[in-house]
Structures are given as structure tokens and as C-alpha cells.
């Protein structure tokens, strides 16, 4: 009979970033391969693992690739003694922490798979999930907030024609249109991390045909350059700067600003990008306030998000994008980010605390997102308990 080791909390991460525990391959022997550009992730997600085994969680760390049920994997790393271990026995938690999106159609049957059962709990609520997840559904609720989007349907020159022709009436009526340029920004509709962006000169379809035929799996929207260089600038660096609330709890937790590299409009980390960690009280009033609002929107206390904002240089506010996978990630050359990654990842473990072990009292400071004084130290595992499968 095939034993089920139950965990309080499984974190899925995609394949496409991630190794299986099931992989037999020689040098697999952490999550994320060593020698690439995401090698230390390996020491942030140790440092997940560990926090959640101070708050007496069992965790585990497994891939999209390895999911076999509701809940369930088929492989699954632990962290112990500061050493990744493979697992390749089934793993089963009602609490699912996901950082992985379904831009394939398997990742889509495997995240439809895991989440197939009414008694698994995401962390985040799926109409938060499901709405950032779409670009073009993004601008659709938050149309108001947000710089002028259209899907591109495929790429056929008279599609593609067609969607600019589109975009350029929905600017030409826009209140504040003189913020955009009259280039054009293509994006991956379902992407993240500043990856399958370009920049068009008006009148280059053709350059935007052949971009999107160098990568026929992917939906793209458009949308107009807008012109923030100069709009907002930390300490008068002259760059493209993107602010970031991070909440949960329906309330701001964490803010910081992306500053593009010099001649760049991405202001991504994964592109070059500079992160500086700005105490909210010292971040623009009116973006706060606008940010708050939209939040009030959503109305999903529940999730853990992030909200993007440029201010163009005429000093209007846009929403860039939202996401519920901000990244825990840490830059490790700097000290600064990597407590306030650290933090943001306590933040995290407090509320899977909350979600494993609802009976569990917390005090009245606990529920207010305060955190801690830690360490990275070695930390005691609770107890597995095992089930039939």
C-alpha cells in the first residue's frame, strides 16, 4: 500500500523554473539548477522552509510538473540541516502556496488538477489569481486606473492592423492622452517578470508580426507607450521608475520602487532594474490613495498582491499591473533587501500558519502582520503524520 505523507503546507513552483525531486538527472540535487541566473532562490526558499518549521508547519517544496491529484504530488523536496533532500514519495497538503500559472495548456490541466477539490485551500483567492493572471481582464475591471489595453486576437497582419487601428481610437479619447507616445508596447498577455516585451514604432506591424510568429504560443495585447521618464524620480535619478505596494491582509505591507537601467523602459530585476525599498509614508500620497482604491475594489483581504504604478510625465497615475506572485526573492549582494525579503516571507508564513491551523490562537499583534526579530538558523521539523493513498 502507498503511503501519503500529509504536510501542513505544499509550495508549488513551476517546472519550467524548478526541478522535479523525481528527477534522476546527475547534479539535481536542489530545486533550481545551479549556475543559472535563479541558482539562489535555493536559499530563499530554504529560508521559507525554515520559517515555516518555526511556526511548527510541515512543508514541502514540489513542481507543477509532479502534481497527480487535488493536493497531491508525486515527488517533493525538504529542507533540513541547510541541505535540500529529494523525496520521491507522494506528498498531500489542503493548503497550497502556488507559484506557478497555467500559460501552457498542461500547466492549466495541472493546476485545474491540483485545485479540483473543494477541501484544497490556495493561498491566494483564485478571482484575484484569475484576474492578473489576464492582462486584458486586468484593464477590463480596472479600465479607469489603467493604461489602454487591447488583444491582439492573432498574428495575421489585418489582426494586428486591426488592434492598433483599436488602441488608437481608445487613446485618441482618453483624458490625458497627450501621456501617451504614439509607439506601442507589446506584451505577453499572460507573462510576468518583463519577459516578451517590446516596443514598436508606429507603423512597424510588420516588426510586431514577426515577433509574434518567433513565439506562436503566446497571446499578446498592445498597448500605448507612456511617457514616465521624468514623472516620478527617487533622489532625481534620471530613469523610468515603477512603484510597488505589496498587500495582504487588504492593507499595504511592503513598498518599494523599480528603477529602470539607464536607455531601458522595463523596470523588472529580471531586465536590469534597480529595487530600493522606500517606507510607504515616503511614497507619493496620491498613488497610495489611488492604489487604496483599487484595493477597496478588489475586496479580497484574503490575498497576497502587489499593484504597479508609473506616473507620467504630465503627473498622472496609471496602474501598471497587478500579480499575486510578488517575488521573495533577494538580491544577495544587498543587505537591505534581503531583511525586507526576509520579512515579507514571515508576513507569508504567519498567514499559512493561520490557514493550515485555524484553531490555532494568534495574538492580536500576530494578526496585524507585525514581524518578528529572526535569524536564519537551523529550526525543529513537527511531526509527519502518514496516510493511506
Same mark, same amino acid.
Given at each position: 500500500?502507498?503511503?501519503?505523507?500529509?504536510?501542513?503546507?505544499?509550495?508549488?513552483?513551476?517546472?519550467?523554473?524548478?526541478?522535479?525531486?523525481?528527477?534522476?538527472?546527475?547534479?539535481?540535487?536542489?530545486?533550481?539548477?545551479?549556475?543559472?541566473?535563479?541558482?539562489?532562490?535555493?536559499?530563499?526558499?530554504?529560508?521559507?522552509?525554515?520559517?515555516?518549521?518555526?511556526?511548527?508547519?510541515?512543508?514541502?517544496?514540489?513542481?507543477?510538473?509532479?502534481?497527480?491529484?487535488?493536493?497531491?504530488?508525486?515527488?517533493?523536496?525538504?529542507?533540513?540541516?541547510?541541505?535540500?533532500?529529494?523525496?520521491?514519495?507522494?506528498?498531500?497538503?489542503?493548503?497550497?502556496?502556488?507559484?506557478?500559472?497555467?500559460?501552457?495548456?498542461?500547466?492549466?490541466?495541472?493546476?485545474?488538477?491540483?485545485?479540483?477539490?473543494?477541501?484544497?485551500?490556495?493561498?491566494?483567492?483564485?478571482?484575484?489569481?484569475?484576474?492578473?493572471?489576464?492582462?486584458?481582464?486586468?484593464?477590463?475591471?480596472?479600465?479607469?486606473?489603467?493604461?489602454?489595453?487591447?488583444?491582439?486576437?492573432? $498574428?495575421? /497582419? @489585418?489582426? !494586428?492592423?486591426?488592434?492598433?487601428? *483599436?488602441?488608437?481610437?481608445?487613446? =485618441?479619447?482618453?483624458?490625458?492622452? %497627450?501621456?501617451?507616445?504614439?509607439?506601442?508596447?507589446?506584451?505577453?498577455?499572460?507573462?510576468?517578470?518583463?519577459?516578451?516585451?517590446?516596443?514598436?514604432?508606429?507603423?512597424?506591424?510588420?516588426?510586431?508580426?514577426?515577433?509574434?510568429?518567433?513565439?506562436?504560443?503566446?497571446?499578446?495585447?498592445?498597448?500605448?507607450?507612456?511617457?514616465?521618464?521624468?514623472?516620478?524620480?527617487?533622489?532625481?535619478?534620471?530613469?523610468?521608475?515603477?512603484?510597488?505596494?505589496?498587500?495582504?491582509?487588504?492593507?499595504?505591507?511592503?513598498?518599494?520602487?523599480?528603477?529602470?537601467?539607464?536607455?531601458?523602459?522595463?523596470?523588472?530585476?529580471?531586465?536590469?532594474?534597480?529595487?530600493?525599498?522606500?517606507?510607504?509614508?515616503?511614497?507619493?500620497?496620491?498613488?497610495? $490613495?489611488? /492604489? @487604496?482604491? !483599487?484595493?477597496?475594489?478588489?475586496? *479580497?483581504?484574503?490575498?497576497?498582491? =502587489?499593484?504597479?504604478?508609473?506616473? %507620467?510625465?504630465?503627473?498622472?497615475?496609471?496602474?501598471?499591473?497587478?500579480?499575486?506572485?510578488?517575488?521573495?526573492?533577494?538580491?544577495?549582494?544587498?543587505?537591505?533587501?534581503?531583511?525586507?525579503?526576509?520579512?515579507?516571507?514571515?508576513?507569508?508564513?504567519?498567514?499559512?500558519?493561520?490557514?493550515?491551523?485555524?484553531?490555532?490562537?494568534?495574538?492580536?499583534?500576530?494578526?496585524?502582520?507585525?514581524?518578528?526579530?529572526?535569524?536564519?538558523?537551523?529550526?525543529?521539523?513537527?511531526?509527519?503524520?502518514?496516510?493511506?493513498?
Amino acid at each position: 500500500m502507498i503511503k501519503t505523507t500529509v504536510f501542513d503546507v505544499l509550495i508549488v513552483y513551476s517546472d519550467g523554473l524548478s526541478s522535479s525531486a523525481s528527477s534522476l538527472s546527475e547534479g539535481v540535487s536542489e530545486p533550481f539548477a545551479k549556475g543559472s541566473d535563479i541558482e539562489s532562490y535555493n536559499i530563499v526558499y530554504g529560508y521559507f522552509l525554515k520559517r515555516c518549521q518555526r511556526n511548527k508547519l510541515t512543508v514541502a517544496f514540489t513542481t507543477s510538473s509532479d502534481i497527480i491529484g487535488p493536493g497531491k504530488c508525486k515527488s517533493y523536496w525538504l529542507f533540513e540541516k541547510n541541505t535540500w533532500i529529494k523525496v520521491r514519495k507522494t506528498g498531500y497538503s489542503t493548503v497550497i502556496f502556488d507559484k506557478f500559472s497555467p500559460v501552457t495548456k498542461l500547466a492549466r490541466i495541472k493546476r485545474d488538477l491540483l485545485f479540483s477539490s473543494s477541501a484544497i485551500k490556495p493561498f491566494n483567492h483564485p478571482d484575484i489569481f484569475n484576474l492578473f493572471f489576464d492582462k486584458q481582464k486586468a484593464y477590463t475591471k480596472l479600465s479607469k486606473f489603467s493604461i489602454p489595453t487591447v488583444t491582439i486576437e492573432n $498574428s495575421t /497582419s @489585418n489582426n !494586428i492592423r486591426r488592434a492598433c487601428k *483599436k488602441l488608437q481610437a481608445i487613446v =485618441a479619447k482618453h483624458i490625458h492622452k %497627450s501621456d501617451f507616445s504614439d509607439e506601442i508596447v507589446m506584451k505577453d498577455r499572460f507573462g510576468a517578470g518583463g519577459l516578451n516585451v517590446y516596443k514598436f514604432k508606429k507603423g512597424q506591424e510588420k516588426n510586431m508580426k514577426d515577433s509574434m510568429e518567433k513565439n506562436i504560443d503566446i497571446s499578446y495585447i498592445i498597448q500605448p507607450f507612456a511617457k514616465f521618464d521624468k514623472g516620478f524620480r527617487y533622489r532625481n535619478i534620471p530613469v523610468s521608475t515603477d512603484i510597488r505596494f505589496i498587500y495582504l491582509g487588504g492593507k499595504i505591507i511592503q513598498t518599494y520602487l523599480r528603477m529602470a537601467k539607464t536607455g531601458e523602459f522595463r523596470c523588472n530585476e529580471h531586465q536590469g532594474g534597480l529595487l530600493k525599498y522606500i517606507p510607504k509614508n515616503d511614497m507619493p500620497l496620491d498613488v497610495v $490613495s489611488v /492604489s @487604496n482604491k !483599487i484595493a477597496k475594489i478588489l475586496d *479580497k483581504k484574503c490575498s497576497l498582491y =502587489a499593484l504597479d504604478f508609473i506616473i %507620467s510625465n504630465n503627473g498622472n497615475i496609471y496602474l501598471l499591473e497587478g500579480n499575486t506572485g510578488p517575488g521573495l526573492d533577494w538580491n544577495l549582494s544587498m543587505k537591505e533587501n534581503e531583511i525586507e525579503a526576509q520579512k515579507l516571507i514571515e508576513i507569508i508564513v504567519k498567514q499559512l500558519t493561520k490557514l493550515a491551523k485555524p484553531t490555532v490562537k494568534t495574538t492580536k499583534k500576530e494578526d496585524q502582520f507585525v514581524i518578528p526579530h529572526s535569524s536564519i538558523d537551523e529550526y525543529s521539523t513537527a511531526p509527519i503524520m502518514q496516510i493511506s493513498a
